[in-house]
């Protein structure tokens, strides 16, 4: 597949300006930038099933559930008690809903995980370190 240079470089330059970003976040941050890019995702895992991009839509939901595995869950303290145990479970249905949303093109699926994940994100970011 030919990619023009123009593309090249634009698509260079963001991959250099995520990798800044995320040498320059605080743990807190590289959550929330977690939860962020989950959503991202998930929107476009939403946007090429509308488009009838079954390898696009495959892709990106595989991208969430990684984010989800070994991004979020990674992040569990192991002795955070219930709230750990909650979140892992929460995050387990998650990669179970995407992956039957992924068989099934299910868009209902993928917009179940975004209304989930919405507000243990918005959580997260209210309790933002100062």
């Known amino acids: 597949m030919y990619t023009a240079p123009a593309a090249r470089t634009a698509n260079a330059y963001l991959r250099q300006a995520a990798a800044s970003r995320v040498a320059a976040a605080s743990p807190h941050e590289?959550?929330?930038m977690l939860f962020e890019g989950v959503d991202q995702t998930l929107l476009s895992a939403l946007g090429a099933l509308e488009r009838g991009d079954i390898p696009a839509k495959a892709?990106?939901?595989?991208?969430?559930v990684?984010?989800?595995?070994?991004?979020?869950?990674?992040?569990?303290?192991?002795k955070g008690g219930e709230?750990?145990?909650r979140l892992d479970a929460l995050y387990d249905y998650c990669i179970l809903r995407l992956t039957q949303a992924n068989l099934h093109n299910?868009?209902?699926g993928i917009e179940e995980v975004r209304g989930l994940l919405a507000p243990v994100a918005d959580a997260w970011n209210q309790i933002r370190p100062q």
Not at 66 to 78: F, K
């Open 30 to 32: 590289l959550i929330a």
């Open 106 to 108: 299910d868009a209902k």
């Open 83 to 85: 709230l750990t145990e």
């Open 59 to 64: 892709a990106a939901l595989s991208k969430a």
């Open 66 to 78: 990684r984010l989800l595995d070994e991004g979020l869950r990674a992040a569990l303290d192991p």
